[in-house]
Nanobody, 122 residues
Framework: QVQLVESGGGLVQPGGSLRLSCKASGRTGSTYVMGWFRQAPGQEREFVAFINFFGTATYVADSVKDRCTISRDSAENTLYLQMNSLKPEDTAVYYC???????????????WGQGTQVTVSS
């Protein structure tokens, strides 16, 4: 099993920045690919970004690619999402996920964190 714990969410004003973190523990050999998803109230879970183990391959959704950067410290089993120029529409619960397939499909990730709330509001 893999345990994922997110942190770093909160309330931020439009135009502000946040850095989300996700610490993995347990059988981290199963976390070759790690990703971020988000889910706003009443909406489906949406892909944000994923990154491979070595950090050499990343993919960021078009909706955020100019404002978000995904990175990881594999030695520390920690995933990051730097979000800049935040907009109210970025408000959602952000989830960390881990698996072995580089995909935007949430169904392909067997491990999930509990989520961290990001609220963008003035």
């Amino acid at each position: 099993q893999v345990q994922l714990v997110e942190s770093g969410g909160g309330l931020v004003q439009p135009g502000g920045s946040l850095r989300l973190s996700c610490k993995a523990s347990g059988r981290t050999g199963s976390t070759y690919v790690m990703g971020w998803f988000r889910q706003a109230p009443g909406q489906e879970r949406e892909f944000v970004a994923f990154i491979n183990f070595f950090g050499t391959a990343t993919y960021v959704a078009d909706s955020v690619k100019d404002r978000c950067t995904i990175s990881r410290d594999s030695a520390e089993n920690t995933l990051y999402l730097q979000m800049n120029s935040l907009k109210p529409e970025d408000t959602a619960v952000y989830y960390c996920a881990a698996g072995t397939s580089a995909t935007i499909r949430p169904q392909s990730y067997p491990y999930w964190g509990q989520g961290t709330q990001v609220t963008v509001s003035s």
